[in-house]
């Protein structure tokens, strides 16, 4: 809880200070909001036992489906160029977040009722359409940095739960195809266009954003500039020339990890990542304390999501990775972000807590 605690108190200050000066200055006082609203689901989802929670997963899986077909349809609330919210009053919730629980959630009964046997064809096959279906459909809003953090729920499943070395090879031959068929925009049967030009952009043109400085390579720019100039020990709070000179980009979500490091230096980004990996080591150690199987597969599934969302959040923004807009974990601001992590921390306090109990 005190990592947990000064990680949001960090995010607080920084999404404060990155908006201060802006229209969006309210957004502090919310993120202070989504943080308790958090942390009291964290609180409720920690007194339900998890054999629960497996035993409704493939209730809440459908219902996740009914609310990504809703957000498709002209219900679904659409701004910054994608349809990915349902709007509830003043508040804007994303389903796709909450639908990253239910997977971890579902994809750990899957496997745990496998019973440890090896894997099949047919049972692999399972499990890519179990992750694939909600996958399609949020690349349809589209929103392929969500998209793409199922990708490691369904990883941590496959290793976790027993895929062997010839299975591994075989499905990577596979992907390399799938990748080389969505990037090319067919698959020899007719053209099928899946990623859009500018998402395309976004993943080619962070290794050379010069060669487009004020189109798609112009985020990257702006970033590496902004970590650069924090130095050593950073600006201070609100004196970062590249964030309050608007010039990074929605400094107060994707680029959260910038407009900290240009404001605090490299000590306070270090420190942030030091954060990250207590907090991380510590799921870990639940996971290889949890009484069955089920358990640690939730719990690693977390934290695969939160492994992949921390080193893709951190490499875009000093550019070793390209711009997807994953949010930084518990830093960023965004209520669905943090009600994700915050839930999800709360069953992995659920599976502490019954590590004893037969």
């Known amino acids: 809880m005190g990592l947990l605690l000064l990680l949001c108190a960090l995010s607080v200050a920084e999404v404060h200070s990155t908006t201060v000066h802006t229209k969006f200055a309210s957004f502090g006082s919310r993120q202070i909001f989504w943080v308790a609203a958090g942390m009291l689901g964290m609180f409720v989802f920690a007194k339900i036992d998890y054999h629960r929670l497996l035993d409704w997963a493939p209730w809440a899986y459908g219902i996740g489906l009914l609310t990504l077909g809703v957000v498709l349809s002209p219900l679904g609330h659409k701004a910054l160029g994608g349809r990915r919210w ?53 690349l349809k809003q589209p929103d392929l940095g969500t998209t793409l953090t199922y990708v490691p729920i369904l990883v941590a499943g496959l290793f976790l739960g027993g895929i062997n070395l010839r299975q591994s090879l075989i499905l990577t031959v596979c992907a390399a195809f799938l990748i080389a068929g969505v990037w090319t925009d067919g698959f020899g049967v007719g053209h099928i266009k899946v990623l859009k030009g500018f998402q395309k952009a976004r993943l080619t043109n962070f290794t050379n954003p010069q060669n487009d400085p004020h189109g798609a390579g112009y985020q990257v720019l702006q970033s590496e500039i902004a970590v650069g100039s924090g130095g050593i020990w950073g600006k201070g709070s609100e004196k970062g020339t590249q964030t309050q000179g608007y010039f990074l980009p929605i400094p107060y979500t994707d680029f959260i990890f910038a407009a900290f490091s240009e404001e605090h230096g490299f000590i306070g980004a270090f420190f942030v990542l030091l954060l990250y990996f207590l907090i991380l080591m510590r799921l870990i150690q639940n996971a290889q304390t949890a ?30 990775m390209p711009v997807t807009g994953i949010p930084l974990p518990l830093m960023s601001y965004g209520g669905s972000s943090v009600l994700f992590t915050f839930l999800a921390l709360g069953v992995t306090m659920n599976i502490r807590m019954r590590r004893f109990v037969n």
């Not at 997977?103 to 692999?124: E, H, K, P, Q």
């Not at 640690?296 to 492994?307: D, H």
């Open 291 to 320: 009484a069955d199987l089920s358990g640690s597969l939730i719990i690693m599934g977390f934290v695969a999501v939160l492994t992949f969302q921390i080193a893709v959040n951190v490499g875009m923004v000093i550019g070793l």
């Open 86 to 138: 349902i709007k509830l009053g003043p508040m804007l919730l994303q389903p796709s977040e909450f639908v990253k629980l239910v997977l971890i959630v579902m994809v750990a009964r899957y496997f745990a009722n496998l019973g440890g046997r090896s894997l099949t064809s047919r049972d692999i096959l399972k499990s890519f359409a179990l992750v694939g279906i909600p996958m399609l459909m949020v």
